[in-house]
């Protein structure tokens, strides 16, 4: 089943994967980065703008302590990244969001700051969410090293050498954030002093950046280490070696939620990328530039997952199948018969439904990459302004409807079975951030969070049922308050096909894994490396130009890093 969406940049109606097939945790989970990633949106208007990063504060001792301020000019305005680097026993140094001291801390500033905001942001940038913000603090951050592989970087440059290649695929990042916070929390700036700003207007724009300068400065920092410690024999990072330097992050069930709870968002995200996949199945050819172009991206991807290796055995054993899958298939993308076929984007993703949804979700992500600009206005559209209203005046049959047409995979989830309400999500007291319970063997059941999207419908079509057609949600909902939610949902949700993860997130088969892989694939994440199915290890903007080369015109061409 498909379904049909008016393209405004080519006029006729594409076929899309329907959000029965693309809804699904599975499939969720076998997301790639695109050329619709949020990063990668960063990258080409950083490029766009010829945007040149300066450095007017650098102070920074022997060891590496101390602070420093990148600023650039993007859209008219000036933002800049204040960066601080204290001391920090092994013993503090930790991922968990329960942390209470890093390595670095960031704030992304609104404007330039002058001694008196450094102060003020020294005193506070480090406590985090102990700190205290303003409107001019447009992202909150932190970072630890991954201190074994900084150390020998470190002791590598100042020794004249350059770091080991395999170690370098293996880590790919010097520093590690455990936490980027955007959106007013903690009292920083709210997202609307940035909507309408161009440079910054799409989704995580501001925290993109934020990540792109720490990036410039994990670089910084490791050669000045290097160079206080031996000045004679140092030699600066290899540029190839460099911009495969990336951040990494740490990141569990605190981000799981989002997805859930704005819809809207997320079936514009989805709609976007699916809209890109039509667009390419929709090509009747493909000239010999484009399957030129074909081939050298199925090298890349090959050397990728060559390059890719994680402790999870189950990843790791979808990693090997899907090494050898794309071994196998590459003999599909002959030119000659390619040449000679009808519509070849469509008979490629039709041909590789035979295999894994991991091969299939990687061909789709291969052939948004080879849309090229053709695709890019669609990254406009990506951002939503409001998660929908309320319609008290609509009527039962309407919203009976709405149910029916969009919510049959709710009706068919069997919630009498126990494994169907197995888990259930609460927010912690002591850090106020989600997190996931046994229903059998935890507390705080009462305490539930109103993520189960298809129970709450279910029982509103019980409700439902006695319900006069011609009587108003209003009057209904004066009967029956507690479905107000739900059908708020219904109502919004209706003009918005890819709202829905169309799974029960109480079962005990929902592994939130799934949900953090899909949100951090738009981000533009690479390197899934899970160390549990609740949290996992990412590399951003590993292979993006550095802000050297993104001076001297480089373009955005960094789809899936591979370790020159």
């Given at each position: 089943?498909?379904?049909?969406?008016?393209?405004?940049?080519?006029?006729?109606?594409?076929?899309?994967?329907?959000?029965?097939v693309?809804?699904?945790?599975?499939?969720?989970?076998?997301?790639f980065?695109?050329?619709?990633?949020?990063?990668?949106?960063?990258i080409?208007?950083?490029?766009?703008?010829?945007?040149?990063?300066r450095?007017?504060?650098?102070?920074?001792?022997?060891?590496?302590?101390?602070h420093?301020?990148?600023?650039?000019?993007?859209?008219?305005?000036?933002?800049?990244?204040?960066?601080?680097?204290?001391?920090?026993?092994?013993?503090?140094?930790?991922?968990?969001?329960?942390?209470?001291?890093?390595?670095?801390?960031?704030?992304?500033?609104?404007?330039?700051?002058?001694?008196?905001?450094?102060?003020?942001l020294?005193?506070?940038?480090?406590?985090?969410?102990?700190?205290?913000?303003?409107?001019?603090?447009l992202?909150?951050?932190?970072?630890?090293?991954?201190?074994r592989?900084?150390?020998?970087?470190?002791?590598?440059?100042?020794?004249?050498?350059?770091?080991?290649?395999?170690?370098?695929?293996?880590?790919?990042?010097?520093?590690?954030?455990?936490?980027?916070?955007?959106?007013?929390?903690?009292?920083?700036?709210?997202?609307?002093?940035?909507?309408?700003?161009?440079?910054?207007?799409?989704?995580?724009?501001?925290?993109?950046?934020?990540?792109?300068?720490?990036?410039?400065?994990?670089?910084?920092?490791?050669?000045?280490?290097?160079?206080?410690?031996?000045?004679?024999?140092?030699?600066?990072?290899?540029?190839?070696?460099?911009?495969?330097?990336?951040?990494?992050?740490?990141?569990?069930?605190?981000?799981?939620p989002?997805?859930?709870?704005?819809?809207?968002?997320?079936?514009?995200?989805?709609?976007?990328?699916?809209?890109?996949?039509a667009?390419?199945?929709?090509?009747?050819?493909?000239?010999?530039?484009?399957?030129?172009?074909?081939?050298?991206?199925?090298?890349?991807?090959?050397?990728?997952?060559d390059?890719?290796?994680?402790?999870?055995?189950?990843?790791?054993?979808?990693?090997?199948?899907?090494?050898?899958?794309?071994?196998?298939?590459?003999?599909?993308?002959?030119?000659?018969?390619?040449?000679?076929?009808?519509?070849?984007?469509?008979?490629?993703?039709?041909?590789?439904?035979?295999?894994?949804?991991?091969?299939?979700?990687?061909?789709?992500?291969l052939?948004?990459?080879?849309?090229?600009?053709?695709?890019?206005?669609?990254?406009?559209?990506m951002?939503?302004?409001?998660?929908?209203?309320?319609?008290?005046?609509?009527?039962?049959?309407?919203?009976?409807?709405?149910?029916?047409?969009?919510?049959?995979?709710?009706?068919?989830i069997?919630?009498?079975?126990?494994a169907?309400?197995?888990?259930?999500?609460?927010?912690?007291e002591?850090?106020?951030?989600?997190?996931?319970?046994?229903?059998?063997d935890?507390?705080?059941?009462?305490?539930?969070?109103?993520?189960?999207?298809?129970?709450?419908?279910?029982?509103?079509?019980?409700?439902?049922?006695?319900?006069?057609?011609?009587?108003?949600?209003?009057?209904?909902?004066?009967?029956?308050?507690?479905?107000?939610?739900?059908?708020?949902?219904?109502?919004?949700?209706?003009?918005?096909?890819?709202?829905?993860?169309?799974?029960?997130?109480?079962?005990?088969?929902?592994?939130?894994?799934?949900?953090?892989?899909?949100k951090?694939?738009?981000?533009?994440?690479?390197?899934?490396?899970?160390?549990s199915?609740?949290?996992?290890?990412?590399?951003?903007?590993?292979?993006?130009?550095?802000?050297?080369?993104?001076?001297?015109?480089?373009?955005?061409?960094?789809?899936?890093?591979?370790?020159?």
């Amino acid at each position: 089943m498909t379904i049909r969406a008016l393209d405004l940049a080519t006029g006729p109606a594409l076929a899309l994967r329907s959000p029965d097939v693309v809804m699904r945790l599975r499939r969720m989970g076998a997301s790639f980065p695109t050329r619709l990633s949020f990063l990668r949106s960063l990258i080409r208007r950083l490029a766009a703008s010829s945007t040149s990063v300066r450095r007017p504060v650098w102070e920074m001792d022997d060891a590496g302590f101390g602070h420093a301020v990148y600023t650039l000019t993007l859209g008219g305005y000036d933002y800049s990244l204040v960066a601080f680097s204290c001391p920090l026993p092994d013993d503090q140094r930790s991922d968990r969001v329960i942390a209470e001291a890093w390595d670095t801390s960031y704030v992304l500033y609104d404007g330039v700051p002058d001694a008196a905001e450094i102060d003020r942001l020294r005193a506070n940038a480090p406590r985090q969410e102990a700190g205290r913000f303003g409107p001019r603090d447009l992202v909150l951050s932190r970072a630890n090293k991954s201190v074994r592989f900084f150390e020998h970087v470190a002791d590598s440059l100042a020794h004249g050498r350059q770091p080991d290649r395999q170690r370098l695929g293996e880590v790919g990042y010097l520093l590690r954030t455990t936490a980027v916070y955007g959106n007013g929390k903690f009292g920083i700036a709210d997202r609307f002093v940035l909507a309408a700003r161009g440079g910054l207007d799409g989704p995580f724009q501001a925290e993109m950046l934020t990540v792109w300068l720490i990036r410039e400065f994990s670089h910084d920092l490791v050669e000045h280490v290097a160079r206080c410690r031996a000045p004679d024999t140092f030699v600066p990072l290899a540029q190839g070696l460099r911009r495969h330097i990336g951040v990494g992050n740490s990141t569990g069930l605190g981000m799981a939620p989002f997805l859930a709870n704005h819809p809207v968002l997320l079936s514009n995200w989805v709609l976007a990328r699916e809209t890109a996949l039509a667009r390419m199945r929709a090509k009747p050819c493909l000239d010999a530039a484009a399957l030129g172009r074909l081939a050298d991206l199925w090298r890349q991807a090959a050397l990728h997952l060559d390059q890719w290796s994680v402790e999870d055995d189950a990843l790791m054993a979808r990693i090997l199948r899907l090494r050898g899958e794309w071994i196998e298939a590459e003999s599909w993308i002959d030119p000659a018969r390619l040449l000679a076929t009808s519509f070849p984007v469509a008979s490629l993703l039709d041909r590789s439904q035979s295999l894994s949804v991991d091969f299939q979700e990687l061909l789709a992500a291969l052939l948004i990459e080879l849309a090229g600009r053709e695709i890019d206005d669609l990254a406009d559209g990506m951002a939503a302004a409001r998660e929908g209203a309320f319609e008290p005046g609509m009527r039962i049959m309407v919203l009976r409807k709405l149910l029916h047409d969009h919510y049959g995979w709710a009706m068919a989830i069997a919630f009498e079975a126990p494994a169907e309400t197995a888990q259930f999500w609460y927010v912690s007291e002591e850090k106020l951030e989600p997190r996931l319970g046994r229903r059998a063997d935890e507390p705080g059941a009462d305490l539930e969070l109103p993520l189960d999207i298809a129970r709450q419908v279910q029982r509103l079509a019980v409700d439902l049922a006695d319900a006069p057609d011609g009587q108003s949600v209003a009057a209904f909902l004066a009967d029956f308050p507690q479905h107000r939610h739900v059908v708020r949902r219904i109502q919004t949700t209706a003009a918005a096909p890819y709202a829905e993860i169309r799974d029960n997130l109480l079962s005990d088969r929902c592994l939130p894994i799934d949900m953090l892989r899909c949100k951090l694939a738009f981000f533009g994440a690479s390197k899934f490396d899970p160390r549990s199915d609740r949290w996992t290890r990412i590399t951003l903007f590993q292979g993006a130009p550095t802000a050297g080369e993104i001076a001297a015109g480089e373009t955005d061409d960094c789809w899936l890093p591979v370790l020159p």
